[in-house]
């Protein structure tokens, strides 16, 4: 299988645990993208790579949530200090550049007791 | 970031009908728009991507009307397996050197098809 992957598929924490997600992108592909999506609404970005450099993080991502792509390959998403309304299905798409289709992986789904 | 919007439905429509949906965008300067499908509980799949002129893809046709800031998308002769969420999606960014570009979704329109 030569599509995006993610680890875990689900994820259930406590509130206040950290928790980090990991996204295997398309090898050929150079963008790497985060969103998040709730039950009823359409996908929301959270941030994007370019290879290893991280070009814009929305103002959904706050401060307590950080990715990372350090060898601009897999991305790790982090999420610190969970809070309920952390949960949602986060999901990881890869493209091979600007403004081509985006593919996207199973997803995570968080659940915050 | 702008909105797109789409009606939610649910559109019921019997199987062999044709049912057509649309979706605005409000940002004029967006670049690249797409259609993707979702089902239940699982990662939206690129349906198609939607040109200027039009584009069909078997039994699915869409089109882009810049001037309205709209999109369409047409599927013909609907089966059983077309249930799903339909998602409009557009990509709002302006190339410069790596600036914007995620993906705007509207929150999907979702279709049943009935036997």
């Known amino acids: 299988d030569t599509g995006v992957s993610q680890d875990p598929r689900h994820k259930i924490t406590k509130r206040g645990q950290n928790v980090t997600f990991r996204c295997d992108p398309i090898?050929?592909?150079?963008?790497l993208y985060w969103y998040r999506q709730t039950l009823g609404q359409g996908p929301e970005f959270l941030t994007y790579f370019q290879n290893e450099a991280q070009l814009e993080k929305s103002r959904l991502l706050s401060d307590r949530f950080s990715a990372e792509r350090p060898k601009g390959s897999f991305s790790t998403l982090e999420i610190q200090r969970t809070e309920q309304g952390d949960s949602a299905m986060y999901l990881c798409?890869?493209?091979?550049?600007?403004?081509?289709?985006?593919?996207f992986g199973d997803g995570t789904r968080l659940s915050i007791l | 970031r702008k909105e797109v919007e789409q009606d939610p439905g649910p559109f019921n429509v019997p199987e062999g009908a044709t049912v057509a949906f649309n979706c605005t965008y409000s940002?004029?300067?967006?670049?690249?728009f797409f259609w993707y499908r979702q089902d239940c509980r699982k990662e939206p799949k690129l349906l198609m991507s939607v040109y200027s002129s039009g584009n069909e893809d078997g039994r699915f046709t869409a089109q882009l009307n810049r001037a309205s800031q709209y999109i369409s998308l047409l599927i013909r002769d609907s089966k059983l397996s077309d249930s799903a969420t339909y998602l409009c999606v557009v990509n709002q960014g302006e190339y410069s050197g790596g600036g914007a570009d995620g993906l705007t979704f509207g929150k999907g329109t979702h279709l049943i098809i009935q036997p």
């Open positions: 798409a890869s493209s091979p550049g600007f403004n081509q289709p985006q593919h």
């Open positions: 940002n004029s300067a967006s670049q690249s």
């Open positions: 090898s050929e592909h150079n963008r």
